[in-house]
């Protein structure tokens, strides 16, 4: 959604890539967005094919995720880390073998009691929540710019103290 938003707000439209299984776009700037179109849990697959194709480091992307530790609408941004038990986390330090890249980590909640895990971090947000999705997801590009104008520590300055 955050991806998504970043292009919807460039005026960009996705294309299938040559490479991997995923989507992609490029910004005026030269940023390219990425959306794996696999499993969640095999989106290593995705990025490892890009930087292969970019013939880029890790150290040189910045992975937009959902983090259930977070409350909803809260923004983590990471300049590296370990995958905390996030399986699309824990593919992509299996395909790159580090940890060191960014992470934009977006706060989707706790899965409500009783309720499985995957289908909570896969369904849809309920009408009382869409608020705070917008929210989060207009900082969260607001975020990704940062990054990209100023660099990750910057951008950590700012949106890691927002509450």
């Not at 977006?106 to 896969?122: F, I, K, Q, T």
């Not at 969260?140 to 509450?163: K, Q, T, Y």
């Amino acid at each position: 959604m955050v991806v998504e938003g970043w292009a919807r707000k460039k005026g960009l439209g996705w294309k299938r890539l040559r490479f991997g299984d995923a989507e992609g776009t490029q910004t005026p700037e030269g940023v390219w967005l990425m959306k794996p179109l696999g499993f969640m849990n095999l989106s290593g697959e995705a990025v490892r094919a890009a930087l292969d194709w970019f013939k880029l480091e890790p150290e040189k992307i910045l992975v937009v995720m959902d983090d259930v530790s977070l409350k909803l609408g809260q923004l983590r941004l990471r300049e590296k880390g370990s995958a905390g038990g996030h399986n699309g986390l824990r593919s992509i330090e299996q395909h790159l073998g580090t940890q060191s890249y960014a992470r934009l980590k977006c706060g989707v909640g706790a899965a409500p009691e009783r309720m499985d895990l995957v289908d909570h971090v896969l369904g849809k947000f309920g009408p009382d929540e869409k608020e705070v999705v917008q929210r989060m997801i207009t900082r969260a590009v607001d975020a990704l710019e940062l990054c990209e104008h100023e660099g990750v520590v910057a951008a950590m300055n700012e949106v890691n103290r927002e509450v």
